[in-house]
């Protein structure tokens, strides 16, 4: 099949490079541009499904002063696409679509219904509307570059025996991560065949593993399934707030956020476990020695948590159930002060020097408690792969690409948009922002070139 703009993958940047390319203003007298999604898949759009944990934080709408910090590869890379379709475009253009939007908390914007199915029917709705086709089942099996007289012609061969043919093409077809959405990483061979440079690739936004909190010797790739081992029951399932995490690399301070944190049954993770994965994955994968230290009191420096907690020691012993009551469980009582009921036992554990004494009678060393509070340290082993990683860290290098257009420094009509690009950013909506902004800017630069 010969057409005019080829878009391979219909996720959140094919689908928005589909729109920009078949609703781009066109040259008196010449016919629109005729646009094809090859999505391998059933249905486009499968990895938004599972978005914002099937809610779709599909933006942000902080400005880009702000916006832009939460972006971890070369911001000014994405500044022009960007500016070209920011968040309130994207808003105005999901609204336009038929689906209503909500802003929360931090800027972070969602569909009015809370399904992400809303989203995906709004993209695919209106990339159709414009003209652009999405082909469904159609997987791209190979894609050659023939020097035409008139430019490059990118032959495209797919499943089923069926090839597509033109003389601009898009690749967008996201990471690594969660692969049964169909994000399997082709587009890296296909750059590279193509003549681009890939960023070595590593999982981002992941759980971060804990020596000894999975019954495994492994180290660097733990995955997700591996069972816990005793101390990680004891810990997963808590969630801490309003607690700091510093992240360590061979010995040194690399990042130390405020916010809340999980432990899961992949590790340790959540909104600051999360900011600190990518520093932390990429390390290990260097070979580095990695460690986090956690101050569940960050607002209380450890002079002031001394005579609070032998305060409240002396005032529970003194009482008639104080003096009856074991001092493990009394440790327990202590703690609970500081942390979650459902914590302590865990906490306990993994801090047996906060006990002093032969068995039978101990006595709890004060000092070892508020160090173990301010400064609760893990050696970390490991993280979570691909299988439930949110972002791929790494790509297409954007060295080689045009940041005003998308396109291939090195193959004319070839542009790339969204994550199979070195892009990524925090959670927040920003992800998905920055694939719709790449996908619009390079749909609507393949269609003006033509
Ligand atoms: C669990 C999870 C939750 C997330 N939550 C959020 C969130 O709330 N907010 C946010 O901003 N970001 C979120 N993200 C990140 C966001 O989903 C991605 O940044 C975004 O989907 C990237 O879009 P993309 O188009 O580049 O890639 P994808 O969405 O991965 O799309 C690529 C498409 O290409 C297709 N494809 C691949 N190879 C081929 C081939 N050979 N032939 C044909 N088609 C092919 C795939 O099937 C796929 O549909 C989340 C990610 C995950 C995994």
């Known amino acids: 099949m010969v057409c005019d703009i080829i878009v391979v993958g219909g996720g959140a940047s094919g689908l928005m490079a589909a729109f920009g390319a078949a609703s781009a203003p066109v040259r008196e007298g010449t016919a629109p541009p005729r646009v094809v999604v090859l999505e391998k898949m059933p249905r486009p759009g499968r990895?938004?499904?599972?978005?914002?944990?099937?809610?779709?934080?599909?933006?942000?709408?902080?400005?880009?002063?702000?916006?832009?910090?939460?972006?971890?590869?070369?911001?000014?890379?994405?500044?022009?696409?960007?500016?070209?379709?920011?968040?309130?475009?994207?808003?105005?253009?999901?609204?336009?679509?038929?689906?209503?939007?909500?802003?929360?908390?931090?800027?972070?914007?969602?569909?009015?219904?809370?399904?992400?199915s809303d989203i995906v029917d709004a993209l695919q709705n209106a990339a159709m509307k414009a003209g652009a086709r999405i082909e469904t089942g159609v997987e791209v099996k190979s894609i050659v570059c023939?020097?035409?007289?008139?430019?490059?012609?990118?032959?495209?061969?797919?499943?089923?025996?069926?090839?597509?043919?033109?003389?601009?093409?898009?690749?967008?077809?996201?990471?690594?991560?969660?692969?049964?959405?169909?994000?399997?990483?082709?587009?890296?061979?296909?750059?590279?065949?193509?003549?681009?440079?890939?960023?070595?690739?590593?999982?981002?936004?992941?759980?971060?593993?804990?020596?000894?909190?999975?019954?495994?010797?492994?180290?660097?790739?733990?995955?997700?399934?591996?069972?816990?081992?005793?101390?990680?029951?004891?810990?997963?399932?808590?969630?801490?707030?309003?607690?700091?995490?510093?992240?360590?690399?061979?010995?040194?301070?690399?990042?130390?956020?405020?916010?809340?944190?999980?432990?899961?049954?992949?590790?340790?993770?959540?909104?600051?476990?999360?900011r600190i994965s990518r520093s932390a994955v990429k390390s290990l994968v260097n070979g580095a020695k990695v460690s986090v230290v956690i101050d569940m009191k960050p607002q209380a420096p450890?002079?002031?948590?001394?005579?609070?907690?032998?305060?409240?020691?002396?005032?529970?012993?003194?009482?008639?159930?104080?003096?009856?009551?074991?001092?493990?469980?009394?440790?327990?009582?202590?703690?609970?002060k500081h942390m979650p009921q459902s914590l302590a036992g865990g906490f306990a554990a993994c801090h047996p020097e906060m006990l002093y004494g032969r068995k039978g009678n101990e006595r709890i060393d004060f000092k070892a408690v508020v160090n173990a509070l301010k400064n609760w340290r893990f050696d970390i082993d490991g993280y979570v792969g691909y299988e439930r990683a949110v972002i791929t860290a790494g790509g297409v290098s954007t060295d080689e690409i045009v940041a005003k257009t998308m396109e291939s420094r090195l193959r004319k009509g070839l542009y790339f948009c969204g994550e199979v690009l070195d892009i990524d950013a925090d959670t927040g909506g920003y992800n998905l922002q920055l694939a719709f902004s790449t996908g619009y800017l390079a749909g609507q630069s393949a269609a003006k070139s033509l």
């Open 146 to 274: 023939n020097d035409g007289s008139a430019g490059n012609i990118f032959m495209v061969s797919c499943s089923g025996s069926r090839t597509y043919s033109a003389p601009r093409l898009i690749i967008a077809t996201g990471g690594l991560s969660y692969p049964a959405t169909g994000s399997t990483g082709d587009g890296y061979g296909w750059a590279k065949a193509l003549g681009h440079s890939i960023k070595d690739c590593f999982p981002s936004l992941t759980a971060i593993v804990p020596k000894g909190y999975k019954n495994t010797s492994s180290r660097g790739h733990i995955d997700r399934s591996t069972p816990l081992s005793d101390i990680g029951k004891s810990l997963c399932g808590n969630q801490l707030k309003n607690i700091s995490i510093s992240l360590y690399a061979g010995g040194d301070l690399l990042q130390s956020e405020f916010g809340d944190l999980d432990f899961t049954d992949g590790g340790i993770e959540g909104p600051i476990g999360f």
């Open 302 to 336: 450890a002079e002031e948590l001394l005579p609070r907690i032998s305060g409240f020691w002396n005032d529970i012993s003194k009482t008639p159930a104080g003096r009856s009551t074991p001092i493990r469980q009394m440790l327990r009582m202590l703690l609970c």
């Open 47 to 116: 990895k938004i499904m599972i978005t914002g944990k099937g809610r779709c934080n599909f933006t942000n709408l902080k400005p880009w002063e702000e916006f832009s910090t939460h972006i971890r590869t070369k911001a000014a890379f994405v500044r022009p696409a960007f500016y070209n379709f920011d968040p309130q475009d994207c808003i105005d253009h999901i609204v336009r679509s038929g689906t209503k939007a909500v802003v929360e908390r931090g800027d972070r914007a969602f569909p009015a219904s809370y399904r992400s």
